[in-house]
């Protein structure tokens, strides 16, 4: 019991640590810029905001409260919301290499959106696109669950094939898109880049909206997600209702990571390796794991966006940055982690 209760402070206190960085990153991200603003004036901005009085600066307002804040809160939200699936789906699928992409999530989110570019959608005032992601986000789910479905449930093997067949389909139906597209091509490309540019308020309602009501849904089931990883007997003589939660947890992660997907394209390798990396400081106990990679999340995600908005020359899509800093990083950790063992 001693020892227990010391990992539960060990990782309370890692989980606030976090907390005040992921608030000082905020701050911090709010006052770099084109224009550079004094950590201050950020702060009386935000509480003349949230206080209903008028602005000091109307120009410093407009620049943080209408442009800078909507753009880091939803990289912050997003970050957040992928780091959560990339739990979940670790969990369930008992594969250290799953993501929220690996069953085809962000393939069926990017055909969506692809067929809204190439249709020239702009219904919905402007959320056309989102919304076609995340339809195709949700349908891509159910045609895995059909297709990985059967008398024992929902195996981890089925449901890792049946995302890589159903995704690589759905590449094959992106890359006919981006072909007969013509002229918008490049606004393809770019989308499936991954970017945060434009956000507004509405983007960080929705995005929190939905992240909030799955990673509620996820953060419940911890017990049941630590229970799937002693395996689905074991699980089940323990009395827990391995196919139902597995449903659950894979539709509240899937959630996640649809919406993520529409709100900012495709930003891979944070779902990956913002796991692995919590997993070494607060251990495997996912009822932990979960909200410290919440925040971990937030922060990594933040800092990459802040990092090509507000240092880089120019300005680089996230999706890229994420990409070349998280590919090496996780080749290191998968050597490590995997054929270093075996070594020995």
């Not at 992601?133 to 049946?162: E, H, K, Q, R």
Request: charged share 10%; with cysteine.
């Amino acid at each position: 019991m001693p020892a227990v209760t010391g990992i539960k402070s060990s990782s309370a206190r890692v989980a606030i640590g976090l907390g005040l960085l992921l608030g000082g990153a905020i701050v911090l991200s709010a006052a770099m810029g084109v224009v550079r603003l004094p950590f201050v004036q950020v702060l009386g901005v935000i509480w003349e905001k949230l206080c209903g009085r008028g602005p000091v600066d109307a120009l410093a307002s407009a620049i943080i409260w209408d442009v800078r804040l909507p753009r880091i809160l939803t990289a912050a939200i997003v970050g957040a919301g992928l780091s959560v699936s990339g739990v979940v789906f670790q969990g369930i699928l008992r594969n250290p290499l799953a993501d929220p992409y690996t069953l085809g999530i962000s393939a069926g989110a990017a055909f969506g959106a692809c067929v809204a570019f190439f249709f020239n959608m702009s219904y919905f005032q402007g959320l056309s696109v989102g919304l076609c992601a995340f339809a195709g986000a949700i349908m891509t789910l159910a045609v895995v669950l059909y297709l990985s479905g059967g008398t024992a449930g929902y195996s981890s093997n089925n449901l890792i094939l049946s995302g890589i067949i159903v995704a690589a389909i759905l590449s094959a139906g992106i890359s006919f898109l981006k072909y007969a597209a013509d002229e918008r091509v490049s606004v393809i490309i770019f989308w499936l880049m991954g970017s945060f540019a434009a956000k507004t308020w509405m983007d960080v309602g929705l995005a929190f909206a939905f992240v909030s009501i799955g990673a509620g849904v996820c953060l419940c089931f911890g017990r049941d997600l630590n229970l799937m990883a002693l395996g689905d007997r074991a699980a089940a003589s323990l009395g827990m209702d391995v196919k139902k939660s597995r449903l659950i947890l894979l539709a509240a992660a899937s959630l996640i990571a649809a919406l993520c997907v529409s709100v900012s394209g495709i930003i891979g390798f944070v779902g990956l390796l913002v796991p692995h990396m919590m997993r070494g400081i607060v251990g495997a106990d996912n009822q932990w794991l979960m909200p410290v990679s919440l925040l971990a999340g937030a922060v990594l995600l933040l800092c990459a966006d802040t990092f090509t908005r507000a240092v880089l020359p120019s300005e680089l899509p996230i999706g890229v940055l994420t990409a070349l800093i998280g590919g090496p990083f996780f080749c290191y950790v998968f050597k490590r982690q995997f054929f270093g063992k075996q070594r020995f």
